[in-house]
């Protein structure tokens, strides 16, 4: 039952400059991102890029990071980063759960997660600045307010001679055709249908052409189903079309082949299938 006092320890905190790290965690933090934010803030944000160059049309990802020198209990008042000149932006946020990670950053030990992931499409070329996130972290009942950087990323335009069949694709796309008829008598109305399948912009594709002989009439525009997700890699599915066609001939009658084109980002050149 006897109370025993501890020892004080008094501690002095100064400013941080940098001088009394080693030579190896002052080249590290020299390498890092917002080196100098980081020696003044208690907390800073990094706006993360899957790429800093892409083509117009390919999806792009972008999220918001959070750096800290203490173990945050929970964060206030965020305001997303804004990207201008995409074509469509779409959230890629399962929920709002947070993982935060302990990680060596520069040299340094920090509380690190990312959260609030978009992916968007930018179509307008040249370098564009995405506007700054801003938050309030807060550890307890203190908060630690800041904006995060305000990073550039360039849209290079797609190749002139794109071939006369490409409608806009860009990412990695296949094609398929069938008809559900192979026997049928002459003036019977069937179905064609074109289903384009693939990764990319998948839902910012154009219908194909269709070039049929006189002997094969199209009756009305196609029945357009969509059926794709987006995830990291971009939209990701396929679209079917479906044709009413009229067939006038009786005997042999010859559908031609139909070309689509996109742009394939493995190898930057078009390719026709």
Partial sequence: ???????TVSVKVEKGTGNNSS??????????PLANNRNRQPAYGLIGLS????????????RSYVYARFRPTHLDS????EMNDVMDAHSLSQGNQINLEEKNVGGERLFVFSMDPKLVFPVKTGEHTIEPFQLELMSGFRNFPFTSNSPTYEVIPLPRNSPRSFKGGVGEFSITRKINAKEYKQGDVVQMQVEVSGVGNIHLLQEPDIALPDNIQIYGD???????KFNTKGAEGKITYTYNIQLLDSGKVDVPEIKYAYFDLKSESYKVL
Avoid: M, W
């Avoid at 039952?1 to 020892?7: F, H, R, T, V, Y």
């Fill in 222 to 228: 196609p029945i357009v189903k969509e059926d794709y």
């Fill in 51 to 62: 790429k800093k160059k892409v083509y117009e049309g390919e999806p792009l990802i972008a």
């Fill in 23 to 32: 030579t190896r965690n002052q080249n590290a933090q020299q390498n890092t």
């Fill in 78 to 81: 965020y305001k997303t980063f």
């Fill in 1 to 7: 039952g006897k109370l025993i006092k501890s020892n």
